[in-house]
């Protein structure tokens, strides 16, 4: 019997969602950075199997609002752990605190959905973390694995797929085409990878106030031109973005055209502008023109 749905990932911010969706996939389907807050939209990454497809739901860690962002971030993760078929509660040990892994396992179980525990960062772990980490999950009564997300895909899944499989629901039909590994389209994508450079490559609270469109797509010519805007939201974060001479846009924007073209399979012409859109972060019309649409 085929088994497939929704694997919905719930965690804190910079617990490693991301970085295993894309060790699960084998390709790269959701941004990662070292920064907390990367990922702003819902990403779907499609594992297919004979017998199963799980199509794993990539979403922003859970934090409390104040922006209209945050907002906007919290609904995602309300309705990602709504729609999920199952869940898996990503716990990662170099987390701030253990009562908010602890917290965040009490979602999962109120959720009702089927759901198991999955201790990330197991590479970070010391004062045995880990093993109090269990000791507190014992209540719940779900299967627990300990995982390193950065090293060996191959038995990352088999420590999580296996689960996945037996909490899956029935289904007598894959619910994505079996060719394709995620949901989002090519633009999507190059906007996303735009922005992960410039989480890589500004600090404090600039890369925040960072969005980025696809303006352009034109496939006619000899090589693909690709016009980005890199919308900030205050006029002084512009200087930080260009840098001295333009000299970190250039670096941004060669980086992720290498990063485009090895995903694309060829080489691709990429334009970054930098462009002020005041106070977007507090703006829902201003989001929802960038893709940051609230699901109800
Ligand atoms: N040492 C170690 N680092 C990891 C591991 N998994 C992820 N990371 C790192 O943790 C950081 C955050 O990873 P992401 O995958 O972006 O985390 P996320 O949960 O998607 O974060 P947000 O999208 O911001 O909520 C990155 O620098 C990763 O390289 C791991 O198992 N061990
Ligand atoms: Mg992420």
Same mark, same amino acid.
């Given at each position: 019997?085929?088994?497939?749905?929704?694997? +919905?990932?719930?965690?804190l911010p910079n617990a490693?969602?991301?970085?295993?969706?894309?060790? %699960?996939?084998?390709?790269?389907?959701?941004?990662?950075s070292p920064k907390p807050q990367t990922t702003?939209?819902?990403?779907?990454?499609?594992?297919?199997?004979?017998?199963?497809?799980?199509? &794993?739901?990539?979403?922003p860690g859970y934090i409390?609002?104040?922006?209209?962002?945050?907002?906007?971030l919290?609904?995602?993760?309300?309705?990602?752990?709504?729609?999920?078929?199952? %869940?898996?509660?990503?716990?990662n040990?170099?987390a701030r605190?253990?009562? $908010?892994?602890?917290?965040?396992?009490?979602?999962?179980?109120? +959720?009702?959905?089927?759901?198991?525990?999955? @201790?990330?960062?197991? $590479?970070?772990?010391?004062?045995?973390?880990?093993?109090? *980490?269990?000791?507190? *999950?014992?209540?719940?009564?779900?299967?627990?694995?300990?995982?390193?997300?950065?090293?060996?895909?191959?038995?990352?899944?088999?420590?999580? *797929?296996?689960?996945?499989?037996?909490?899956?629901?029935? +289904?007598?039909?894959?619910? &994505?085409?079996? $060719?394709?590994?995620?949901?989002?389209?090519?633009?999507?994508?190059?906007?996303?990878?735009?922005?992960?450079?410039?989480f890589?490559?500004? !600090?404090?609270?600039?890369p925040y106030?960072?969005?980025?469109?696809?303006?352009?797509?034109?496939?006619?010519?000899?090589?693909?031109?690709? !016009?980005?805007?890199? %919308?900030? +939201?205050?006029?002084?974060?512009?200087?930080?973005?260009?840098?001295?001479?333009?000299?970190?846009?250039? !670096?941004?924007?060669?980086?992720?055209?290498?990063?485009?073209?090895?995903?694309?399979?060829?080489?691709?012409?990429?334009?970054?502008?930098?462009?002020?859109?005041?106070?977007?972060?507090?703006?829902?019309?201003?989001?929802?023109?960038?893709?940051?649409? @609230?699901?109800?």
């Amino acid at each position: 019997m085929m088994k497939a749905g929704f694997v +919905s990932l719930v965690g804190l911010p910079n617990a490693g969602k991301s970085t295993l969706v894309n060790a %699960l996939i084998g390709e790269k389907v959701g941004i990662v950075s070292p920064k907390p807050q990367t990922t702003r939209k819902r990403v779907i990454g499609i594992y297919n199997e004979p017998n199963m497809q799980a199509c &794993f739901v990539d979403s922003p860690g859970y934090i409390e609002a104040t922006t209209e962002l945050n907002t906007f971030l919290r609904e995602e993760l309300k309705g990602i752990i709504k729609d999920g078929d199952m %869940l898996i509660a990503v716990l990662n040990l170099d987390a701030r605190k253990l009562e $908010d892994l602890v917290a965040l396992a009490d979602l999962a179980s109120k +959720s009702g959905k089927k759901w198991f525990a999955l @201790i990330t960062k197991m $590479d970070m772990d010391k004062d045995l973390r880990s093993e109090r *980490l269990r000791v507190e *999950l014992q209540k719940y009564n779900v299967p627990i694995v300990n995982v390193c997300a950065v090293r060996k895909a191959e038995k990352l899944r088999e420590q999580v *797929l296996p689960l996945v499989r037996e909490m899956l629901p029935e +289904s007598p039909a894959p619910l &994505f085409n079996n $060719d394709s590994y995620t949901t989002q389209n090519v633009r999507d994508l190059i906007a996303e990878i735009v922005r992960e450079k410039c989480f890589e490559t500004l !600090h404090q609270e600039v890369p925040y106030g960072v969005a980025v469109k696809v303006v352009k797509f034109d496939e006619t010519g000899k090589l693909p031109r690709i !016009h980005t805007e890199i %919308l900030v +939201s205050r006029e002084s974060f512009v200087p930080m973005v260009l840098g001295a001479q333009g000299r970190r846009i250039k !670096h941004i924007g060669t980086e992720a055209r290498k990063e485009c073209e090895r995903i694309m399979g060829k080489k691709i012409y990429l334009e970054t502008h930098v462009k002020v859109k005041k106070d977007w972060t507090k703006n829902a019309q201003m989001m929802k023109e960038l893709g940051y649409v @609230i699901n109800e």
